[in-house]
């Protein structure tokens, strides 16, 4: 049983950055792998990067590779996301989640957060 909530969300503009925080509830937090996903207006929600709670193994999705980086902090019950050189197409709500596998396949998280909209202006 996870609770997620994220926090960190904001109007930016192009080439600036944000560090998105996910507070998490419950005392199987570290045994979760954690990710981001983010869902722009009339698109799907799609993968961005998730991290292993067994060896610290990441994943990105190359939209987002080289500019994003996820950690997490087991001792703190969060996980982030430090989002740098911020493009317009980066704009979305930005969803933490929690799951059982180390996966990129959004019908494999179990627990999500409410989001948190990043907002990157031109």
């Known amino acids: 049983q996870v609770q997620l909530v994220e926090s960190g969300g904001g109007l930016v503009q192009a080439g600036d950055s944000l560090r998105l925080s996910c507070a998490a509830s419950?005392?199987?937090?570290?045994?979760?792998?954690m990710g981001w996903f983010r869902q722009a207006p009339g698109k799907e929600r799609e993968f961005v990067a998730v991290?292993?709670?067994?060896?610290?193994?990441?994943l990105y999705a190359d939209s987002v590779k080289g500019r994003f980086t996820i950690s997490r902090d087991n001792a703190k019950n969060t996980v982030y996301l430090q989002m740098s050189n911020l493009k317009p197409e980066d704009t979305a709500v930005y969803y933490c989640?929690?799951?059982?596998?180390?996966?990129?396949?959004?019908?494999?998280?179990?627990?999500w957060g409410q989001g948190t909209q990043v907002t990157v202006s031109s």
């Open positions: 989640a929690a799951s059982t596998q180390y996966s990129s396949s959004r019908s494999l998280f179990n627990y």
């Open positions: 419950g005392r199987t937090f570290s045994r979760y792998a």
């Open positions: 991290i292993s709670w067994i060896d610290g193994n990441r």
